[in-house]
């Protein structure tokens, strides 16, 4: 099977599961208790009203006919309105992921810049007091649930020393990027930690592999001390595993974006989403979780393209 | 056959110890958690108040031994259904006849590859926060990976020559299931329910701290920690009791789990190891 | 010139003995056999030769190489000697070498860390050496990833890796052991030739007997970790004193002819 085949069945079955789970995330939210069209108008509801309402917005067509204009607008950008506040859903989703799409992004790198080389070194070390606890440490990681460490983290970053804002974004956003960064340090962080512990675990075991391979001891016969063979050998096969298992945290790494915005107050779309589930704004809450399992779904098909350009033996299954 | 398992052993006692705080709840706290002292609001630990007070005067200490409540029921309740509903999906599964079981498959992935929390936002959005959503939400979602590994380890048990020789001598499913597979998965059950209890908690403290799990007045550790955060600056110390004590709770029950791992079978399949 | 000795060799695991009491000497440029089954302790014996003993081992002994003591030697100091020095070739080839790594790449490693070399330079050198050990279309195979190569492909490799650094001492564990029989004679006279060319010393470990009688001229026995007996080829197949190497010798003769023809006869 080659590169083309390989890259061609991975893409057919994005798209499946793209129209599957939207399909079933349109359903869920249509089959609702309550009428969209009543709770938008309340008591000024009066049957003409409400009859115009629901032309306006599609809602007496039939379920099937709904989804399928629902999702060829979607496909071209275009979420659709709100029921509840006629906002432009597509529009206030893209405002919002200007703040989270770097904070996830720049968690993702840091939490695999502490796992790997953290992993490798409890796997090095691995009989050692510094490998048990850095073992130790990433056991403790799992067990935290994120918002503390962000909650520690602004005890002592913030609140202590001041270094960092503890919360919110700068009005302006991005134009003032000295401090739109500062914002996102902390946050980030505090997804890094939590993401990193889990990565760290796959990292050591992988890492435990390499060493226990044959090729290790190759490298090891030719001069190399068991940290220069890990680093010329082992950290492309240990960056492996973590790299997928990364994919597919993809979808805890943006539940985790939805906590840290709550705990740092950031203006990024899981705080959008908790504030239209308090409202109750249903079709906004379908749009933004659409797009999100989209780009969930997405990002982790070029995970698997990355993963195929690491491992060659990969390409030609 | 049971060794000195280091790991067993601490997560039991951390276990253990939240159980206590549980069962103490329904005989007596140090104070009445939901009393209301206005002139006594943000003091700091002291001899009459071990961690202190919150923002309406009332004993800290006495809030996480109550939270615990919200916190275990809701761990128990959602284990509780993500184990039925899982195993018997994985053991449906695995021996359902092909073309039963690629669907079958598909939709747990694709039940998988939604995240936990999100879930809850959603039944959130519909039905409103409490503590059942959040014990439905983190059910269904828990039973999906349970139902994944509970497959794989079935597909592994029917391999084996007794059941083949079982079904030779014209057993049906039913009973094959009752006199082989289950006993065979017992270990493993035991480990996959102390792995979904730690995640259960972690998930319940988070959809509570974000405002989305047991209402007020019932405290519940996870809605502490979010109110507490803002006096921070007060005494760093506030939000670190309820941070704690779910801290212990959900390294207990991951310690428990794999301890149990390595105690009943250490030939188990480990994910990560 | 003596250019290793052991003396005493002793190998523990816990409290099981595993090697005991083994001593033997290897002269420059010669060529000495290990035969033993496995569980011998031969594959140990010459992994304790080149420092590469699995965790938990406890060794006693001496083994001096070039008139440096091998044993209980910390690893950086080892490292220098390793991939230089001494060469070692293992038994699978499917395994030993790296998946995701190009082979030239993996080749080049001993060239960049005991000569400086640049990555440029050792690639070259990787290639030439691939010639040498007898791969034909060499710079197609320096790009090349080991599970594009053949078995007997990847012992040449294996080789190349060896060789690399022009080591005065060659180790070679049942270097043909995981070759279909076709490959393995090709592969035996690999070894013999760059040996010569090199003038290296050899040290080959197999279950073999055929094999390693018409690879080397000194044979150790080796039984239950304990060295039976050490004798020329020629004197073990006139006429061995242990037993156990008697049941070896009958067993070699049954098997094929052809190589004790040649070994009793003396070679090359």
Same mark, same amino acid.
């Given at each position: ?11 057919? *079955? ?42 306006? /917005?599609?809602?007496?067509?039939? *379920?099937?006919?709904? /989804? ?80 503390? %460490? ?5 005890? %002592? ?92 945290? %993809? ?67 | !056959? ?11 006692? @951390? ?67 993500? !184990? ?38 959603? @039944? ?23 139902? +994944? ?9 029917? @391999? ?63 809605? !502490? !920690?979010?109110?507490? +955060? ?44 | ?120 330079? $050792? ?40 060789? $690399? ?7 070679? #564990? ?5 070759? #279909? ?26 279950? #073999? ?47 094929? #002819? ?11």
């Amino acid at each position: 099977m080659t590169t083309a085949w390989y890259v061609l069945r991975r893409f057919a *079955l994005l798209i499946v599961s793209l129209i599957v789970s939207s399909a079933l995330v349109f359903l869920l939210l249509r089959l609702l208790p309550g009428d969209l069209a009543q709770a938008k108008l309340g008591i000024y509801g009066t049957p003409e009203a409400l009859a115009q309402l629901r032309t306006e /917005y599609g809602l007496d067509k039939s *379920l099937p006919e709904q /989804y399928v204009s629902w999702l060829s607008k979607a496909v071209r950008g275009d979420l659709g309105l709100s029921v509840l506040t006629g906002a432009d859903i597509t529009s206030e989703l893209l405002g919002k992921a200007t703040v989270t799409l770097p904070l996830i992004g720049i968690a993702s790198v840091l939490a695999v810049l502490i796992a790997v080389p953290l992993g490798m070194l409890a796997a090095l070390r691995f009989r050692k007091w510094d490998g048990v606890a850095t073992s130790a440490v990433s056991q403790l990681g799992i067990a935290v649930p994120t918002f503390w %460490i962000g909650v520690i983290l602004i005890t %002592i970053f913030a609140v202590q020393s001041q270094i960092f804002p503890s919360g919110g974004f700068p009005y302006d956003g991005w134009s003032n990027f000295g401090e739109a960064m500062k914002s996102l340090v902390l946050p980030a962080c505090t997804l890094a930690l939590a993401q990193g512990a889990v990565l760290m675990r796959f990292a050591r075991s992988a890492t435990i592999d390499v060493i226990q391979q044959d090729y290790f001891r190759t490298a090891r016969a030719t001069g190399l001390s068991r940290a220069g063979a890990l680093r010329v050998h082992g950290v492309r096969n240990a960056l492996v595993p973590v790299v997928s298992v990364l994919g597919m945290q %993809i979808s805890t790494l943006i539940v985790g974006a939805i906590i840290v915005e709550s705990v740092f107050a950031l203006p990024g779309v899981g705080q959008m989403l908790l504030q239209d589930v308090n409202i109750r704004d249903y079709t906004k809450v379908q749009g933004t979780v659409a797009a999100t399992t989209a780009l969930v779904f997405v990002v982790s098909f070029l995970i698997d393209l990355v993963l195929g350009l690491l491992n060659p033996r990969m390409r030609q299954r | !056959m049971m060794r000195g398992n280091r790991t067993l052993t601490i997560g039991i006692s @951390l276990v253990a110890f939240s159980l206590m705080m549980f069962l103490l709840s329904f005989i007596w706290t140090p104070y009445d958690p939901l009393e209301i002292n206005p002139e006594l609001s943000l003091t700091s630990p002291s001899w009459s108040h071990w961690m202190g007070t919150d923002e309406n005067g009332r004993d800290i200490l006495s809030n996480i031994v109550l939270g615990s409540r919200a916190t275990l029921i809701t761990g128990v309740l959602a284990v509780v259904i993500c !184990m039925l509903l899982g195993v018997t999906i994985g053991i449906a599964t695995a021996m359902s006849p092909k073309w039963v079981e690629s669907p079958a498959i598909f939709g747990t992935d694709i039940v998988l590859a939604l995240p936990t929390v999100l879930f809850a936002i959603v @039944l959130a959005a519909v039905y409103g926060p409490s503590t059942y959503t959040a014990v439905f939400a983190i059910g269904i979602a828990l039973s999906a990976s349970v139902a +994944q590994v509970t497959r794989r380890e079935v597909n592994v048990i029917l @391999l084996a020559d007794y059941v083949t020789a079982a079904r030779a001598s014209g057993s049906r499913n039913l009973r094959i299931v009752r006199t082989h597979v289950l006993p065979n998965l017992r270990a493993s059950l035991f480990v996959q329910a102390s792995g979904a209890s730690a995640i259960a908690i972690l998930a319940e403290s988070t959809l509570s701290y974000l405002g989305l799990g047991t209402p007020p007045p019932d405290p519940s550790w996870g809605r !502490m !920690m979010a109110s507490l +955060q803002q006096y921070l600056i007060i005494d760093p110390i506030f939000p670190l009791w309820p941070g704690l004590a779910i801290l212990i709770t959900v390294l207990g029950f991951n310690l428990l789990g794999d301890g149990l791992r390595e105690a009943l079978d250490p030939t188990l399949r480990r994910d990560v190891e | 010139m003596t250019l290793l000795q052991v003396r005493n060799l002793t190998i523990r695991f816990g409290r099981k003995v595993v090697v005991d009491d083994v001593s033997f000497d290897l002269d420059a440029g010669e060529r000495l056999g290990i035969i033993g089954e496995s569980g011998s302790g031969k594959t140990l014996t010459s992994l304790a030769v080149i420092g590469l003993l699995p965790e938990g081992a406890v060794v006693d002994g001496s083994i001096v190489f070039d008139n440096v003591e091998i044993l209980n030697r910390s690893d950086g100091q080892l490292s220098s000697i390793r991939g230089n020095h001494i060469g070692m070739v293992f038994q699978e080839p499917l395994t030993a070498l790296n998946p995701l790594m190009r082979v030239g790449k993996q080749i080049a490693q001993p060239l960049r860390i005991h000569r400086g070399m640049r990555m440029k330079a $050792a690639l070259a050198r990787a290639t030439e050496l691939c010639e040498r050990v007898g791969l034909p279309d060499p710079e197609r195979i320096v790009r090349s990833y080991p599970h594009q190569l053949s078995g007997g492909q990847r012992q040449r490799i294996g080789l190349a890796i060896a060789l $690399a650094c022009d080591p005065s001492l060659l180790i070679a #564990d049942e270097p043909t052991t995981a070759l #279909d029989v076709t490959v393995q004679q090709e592969v035996l006279n690999l070894i013999n030739e760059l040996v010569r060319e090199q003038g290296s010393a050899l040290m080959f470990v197999s279950h #073999d007997l055929p094999v390693v009688s018409m690879m080397t001229e000194r044979v150790a026995v080796m039984r239950s970790g304990t060295m039976v007996e050490l004798a020329t080829v020629s004197k073990l197949f006139g006429g061995a004193r242990h037993e156990y190497s008697q049941m070896l010798v009958r067993a070699a003769r049954q098997s094929d #002819d052809e190589f004790v023809r040649i070994s009793e006869g003396g070679h090359r």
